[in-house]
């Protein structure tokens, strides 16, 4: 069982930045690919970024691509977004994910490909 855990969410100006982190308790996290997903209130869960755990492929939705970045450290067991050049359309709750294994440009961008979720952490950027 992988717990994981969201932090580094809040309020931030238009064109801000932000880093969130996800922790994960009892076990490191450097046999499983990482992915952030995002859900704004009565939508489905949206894909942002994934990070492969075999070659740290990275993956982004074309919403973020060049002002958010995905980075993993197995040492601490903590995986990153940071996330630039912020809008008032990223205002959502975001969560992370963790699968076994790698994720491929094909199951990279499915939240039913990721088997473990962090409760959320809301992200709210004003204009």
């Known amino acids: 069982q992988v717990q994981l855990v969201e932090s580094g969410g809040g309020l931030v100006q238009a064109g801000g930045s932000l880093r969130l982190a996800c922790a994960a308790s009892?076990?490191?996290?450097?046999?499983?690919?990482m992915g952030w997903f995002r859900r704004a209130p009565g939508k489905e869960r949206e894909f942002v970024s994934a990070i492969s755990w075999t070659d740290s492929h990275t993956y982004y939705a074309d919403s973020v691509k060049g002002r958010f970045t995905i980075s993993r450290d197995n040492a601490k067991t903590t995986v990153y977004l940071q996330m630039n050049s912020l809008k008032p359309e990223d205002t959502v709750v975001y969560y992370c994910?963790?699968?076994?294994?790698?994720?491929?440009?094909?199951?990279?961008?499915?939240?039913?490909?990721?088997?473990?979720w962090g409760q959320g952490t809301q992200v709210t950027v004003s204009s």
């Open positions: 009892g076990r490191t996290l450097s046999t499983y690919s």
């Open positions: 994910a963790a699968r076994p294994g790698v994720v491929t440009g094909v199951t990279a961008y499915g939240a039913s490909q990721y088997a473990y």
